[in-house]
């Protein structure tokens, strides 16, 4: 056994039991089977990590970024050591490939530590306007929901910059990846981070999450996860009058306009659409192709779908893992067969299973060509491994397309000619768009136009969602 459960929640520096009974069962996506139970916390076991979270708030507010930071510090170095063991964890509990698991799912998050360290040493807290000081300073308790595609990423780029800021926090991992939280919580607690700056209540999103975004005590939230239950997040949190940062879904568009590297744009294209089996929020699920190279695209990108090697994600040629649960699997199938009845070209891929992978939640990577915008697979994030091919008639009508959605999280624009690919970079209605290739910068905003969300995460941008602003006027 490679990975371990606890079944009690950490609550003020210990582990304690739930105040219920409650349950949620962890299910590798590879084998079907029953990894581990963890407590499903209840609004009682919220209120008592809330309360404690508020508890701690004033004196850990009042040590200096120094002090703070050499918590992460210590963090770092506990973390190197655990993230063989941390990488098979998630594997086993959202069945991302081991190879991905390693640099991706650990190393970033572990890149993160020393960045957010560094960022709040030498953050200016206090500036001057005038005759008044413009001081910033720790925000409050902290109620963060994190999704299960990128756990640790998404649980490090709340709570390490809220702790850093001087917050205290409260977090709900999602119920397919509760083992990943409770290792790092581990961590947190053998480098004795002060009782109650990090309380782990894994739950349901209903309950638990539900109970944070209303509870008095927590006076600012981040979530991160679908549209549709940001929404009752925002709800939730409104009437306690406290802000939120919501970072939810997309269905990004890559576009490709007549002067590209075509090689360039499908490999990079692809690599976006498919990595994590296509369970990215910034995934550019649609691909905005000139009409006369439609045919040379979706050919260039069939090859490259033939080449992924779908299966166990402990195989270390493993590129494509199982879907995280059985529900997401039977979502994703629905939407390829949606698209087959919508009358677009199926041109790999389909909605049986791959071949020999009867066992666990596999999806075979799929391509439509010839899609319309209007499609449901050109217009609902699908979260799974299924590219829609959508041609254009000229930039104009390419910047059309790529805006003709609810969502704007990321995209892509390539071309020959700088000045026109930031030409359409700039209409482009999204938190961020790639010029000519795919790019992962952890220090640059990152967060949503429409229906995406709003807010930002990482780097100087994401470290100030959790200060507050007070004018000193001298
Ligand atoms: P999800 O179902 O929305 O869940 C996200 C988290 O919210 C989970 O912890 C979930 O708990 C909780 N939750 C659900 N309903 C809630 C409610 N009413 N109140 C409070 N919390 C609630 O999303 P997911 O399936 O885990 O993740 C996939 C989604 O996340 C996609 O839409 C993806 O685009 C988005 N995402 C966005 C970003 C970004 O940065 N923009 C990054 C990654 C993922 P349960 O586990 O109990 O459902
Ligand atoms: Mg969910």
Same mark, same amino acid.
């Given at each position: 056994m490679t990975w371990s459960a606890r079944e009690q929640l950490y609550i003020d520096g210990q582990w304690v039991s739930p105040s219920g009974t409650e349950t949620i069962e962890v299910v590798d996506p590879s084998t079907e089977e029953v990894l581990a139970t963890v407590p499903a916390a209840s609004e009682r076991d919220v209120d008592r990590a809330a309360r404690a979270a508020a508890r701690a708030f004033p004196a850990w507010a009042a040590l200096s970024p120094d002090e703070r930071c050499a918590y992460l510090d210590r963090l770092g170095e506990q973390y190197a050591a655990q993230s063989e063991k941390l990488a098979r964890t998630i594997t086993a509990e959202m069945g991302a490939p081991i190879t991905q698991c390693r640099q991706v799912h650990t190393g970033i998050p572990g890149e993160v530590i020393g960045q957010t360290a560094r960022l709040a040493r030498e953050y200016e807290y206090t500036t001057r306007m005038?005759?008044?000081?413009?001081?910033?300073?720790?925000?409050?308790?902290?109620?963060?929901?994190? =999704?299960? $595609? $990128? =756990?640790?990423?998404?649980?490090?780029?709340?709570a390490l910059p809220a702790i850093a800021a001087g917050c205290t926090v409260v977090h709900k991992p999602a119920e397919a990846s509760p083992l990943s939280a409770q290792l790092v919580c581990e961590i947190l607690d053998a480098i004795e981070l002060p009782a109650g700056v990090y309380n782990l209540v894994t739950g349901t999103g209903k309950v638990a999450g539900s109970a944070i975004s209303r509870h008095p005590a927590v006076e600012l939230v981040s979530f991160t996860g679908s549209t549709g239950a940001g929404a009752h997040v925002a709800a939730d949190a409104a009437a306690g009058v406290k802000p939120v940062v919501l970072e939810l879904g997309g269905k990004s568009a890559n576009v490709i306009l007549d002067d590209a590297d075509l090689d360039r744009a499908v490999q990079a294209g692809m690599q976006s659409a498919f990595n994590n089996a296509g369970q990215m929020c910034g995934a550019w699920t649609r691909m905005v192709v000139p009409r006369a190279r439609l045919d040379e695209v979706t050919e260039r990108a069939v090859a490259i779908a033939e080449g992924y090697v779908v299966g166990d994600p402990r195989d270390e040629a493993t590129t494509i893992? =199982?879907?995280?649960?059985?529900?997401q699997r039977d979502s994703i199938v629905t939407y390829i067969r949606s698209g087959i009845d919508q009358g677009a070209t199926l041109a790999c891929g389909g909605p049986e299973p791959p071949k020999g992978l009867e066992r666990g939640f596999y999806v075979r990577p799929t391509i439509f060509t010839e899609v319309g915008n209007a499609m449901k697979i050109a217009q609902e994030e699908i979260f799974g491994p299924v590219l829609a091919i959508i041609p254009h008639d000229g930039d104009e009508d390419a910047v059309r397309i790529a805006n003709d959605s609810i969502y704007g999280l990321r995209g892509a624009v390539f071309s020959a000619d700088p000045g026109r690919a930031l030409a359409v970079a700039k209409r482009m209605r999204t938190g961020e768009v790639d010029i000519n290739g795919y790019k992962l910068t952890i220090d640059i905003p990152?967060?949503?136009?429409?229906?995406?969300?709003?807010?930002?995460?990482?780097?100087?941008?994401?470290f100030e969602e959790f200060l507050q602003i007070k004018s000193i006027q001298l």
């Open positions: 005038g005759e008044s000081l413009i001081v910033r300073e720790a925000y409050g308790v902290l109620g963060a929901i994190t =999704p299960w $595609n $990128n =756990p640790i990423y998404m649980m490090f780029l709340k893992g =199982p879907i995280v649960s059985a529900a990152f967060g949503g136009y429409k229906k995406s969300g709003y807010g930002r995460c990482q780097g100087r941008f994401g």
